[in-house]
């Protein structure tokens, strides 16, 4: 390969910024730019200069011999000071080598992944790492990024290659007199697999909204205060209030940390009959946006009744203008925002658990494709008996699994999980 480089951190003024070098002219750069390099694995003061003998900054200097590396080959990496001109400088000083040129987007990675440093799983982990907002999204990445996923796939994988195994015994030996039935164990093997499969599938569902963002909306009819809620919960004014009935034709958004988790308030319009054209389409927007919500806050008045598409559908109730009532909620005084804050909190919480150890959606399809086959080999099994056919339907299943970690398939999806990446990682 090439080597390549680029800057690490971000772009402007910092107190530190790295320049990362990856590739088998990494070390002939650093005895270019620095003169020597410390032993691979340690770090050593250097003065970095150009090919006219500038110095261009002092940089701490480390260097890792491959495969003892992230991308599993020489990495250099220049430690400087974090101005725009020392990074300029440093940049083209390595360009004027004429060994390297610079990264794509989530190269590094994409090298880590071909060398086998990193599975797929691990990758789209780190991708979400370097995104996450929130102590939940945090959390989630890290444990698919530190391999959860890759390990509990190795497991199920274990457990069908098991089953593999018995049905192709019965196939080799069918003329032979096999001592034991292997239809209870592999009909127990198989059912295990969709069930720990199942509830990954279900799972992941929940672990792409906490990554995505989790979406509260609050409803109630026009003049309940649900504008003033939204600007008490973010803090400033984001929505128009007034005592004008249906000010709120759109949806209004804000987005906000409740208990680690990446939360998206929606500020709907007031429901009600209306002969307003624009206030009705606000209205069915309204409810759409509401029924697709994770979960619905009704701001209660009396004359309000729920339409009939969020029926059964509104997960917390409470009075509207505490502040007249002395009850409920009150984004004026901020009378019960605690309140609210804890239900809503204690509530996503409990489904946040269901998340295990998928977090994509390519993930899930890949594991969807494997239940899919076990559950026609439970069906060939029970039906026609033909082991032939159940085998082949278990192998089918086992390739599903190995593409969840990108063992098989990978070339057709880098582009699709790379794109998301910057420069420098």
Do not use: W
Request: glycine content about 10%; charged content about 25%.
């Amino acid at each position: 390969m090439h080597t390549v480089f680029a800057l690490a951190t971000a772009r402007g003024k910092a107190g530190v910024a790295i320049i990362r070098v990856s590739g088998p002219e990494a070390a002939p750069i650093g005895v270019a730019l620095c003169g020597s390099l410390p032993e691979p694995g340690h770090h050593a003061l250097r003065v970095v200069r150009d090919a006219k003998n500038n110095v261009l900054d002092q940089a701490l200097v480390l260097f890792f011999r491959d495969p003892n590396s992230f991308t599993g080959e020489d990495v250099l990496e220049l430690h400087l000071h974090g101005s725009i001109a020392v990074i300029r400088a440093v940049e083209a000083a390595i360009s004027a080598t004429g060994l390297a040129r610079e990264a794509e987007a989530g190269e590094f990675t994409k090298r880590a992944l071909l060398n086998d440093r990193l599975d797929l799983a691990q990758v789209e982990g780190l991708g979400d790492l370097v995104e996450a907002e929130t102590e939940a999204q945090r959390q989630q990445a890290q444990r698919v990024f530190s391999g959860a996923l890759s390990k509990k796939m190795g497991a199920l994988r274990d457990m069908g290659i098991r089953a593999a195994a018995l049905l192709t015994a019965t196939i080799d030996f069918a003329d032979e007199e096999v001592p034991v039935d292997v239809s209870p164990e592999v009909r127990e093997l198989l059912n295990g697999l969709i069930a720990d499969l199942t509830a990954e599938i279900e799972g992941s569902r929940v672990a792409e909204r906490v990554r995505d963002g989790l979406e509260v909306a609050i409803l109630g009819a026009p003049n309940a205060g649900k504008s003033t809620l939204l600007n008490a919960l973010a803090g400033r004014e984001i929505a128009i209030t007034s005592d004008i009935a249906g000010t709120t034709r759109d949806v209004i958004e804000a987005r906000l940390d409740i208990g680690g988790l990446a939360v998206t308030f929606l500020d709907t319009a007031g429901l009600r009959d209306s002969g307003d054209t624009v206030e009705k389409i606000g209205i069915s927007r309204a409810i759409d946006r509401a029924a697709a919500a994770d979960l619905r806050v009704l701001l209660k008045t009396d004359d309000f009744a729920v339409p009939s598409a969020l029926q059964g559908k509104i997960d917390l109730e409470y009075g509207a203008k505490g502040d007249l009532t002395g009850e409920g909620l009150s984004g004026l005084t901020g009378q019960g925002l605690d309140v609210l804050i804890k239900d809503i909190s204690d509530i996503l919480s409990q489904r946040v658990a269901q998340v295990k150890t998928a977090i994509s959606a390519r993930q899930r399809g890949g594991m969807q494709r494997a239940v899919s086959e076990f559950e026609q080999a439970l069906t060939t099994l029970y039906g026609s008996g033909e082991v032939e056919i159940a085998a082949q339907h278990v192998q089918d299943g086992l390739h599903a699994l190995d593409s969840v970690i990108g063992r098989v398939d990978v070339e057709n999806i880098l582009g699709e999980i790379f794109s998301r990446f910057c420069i420098g990682k």
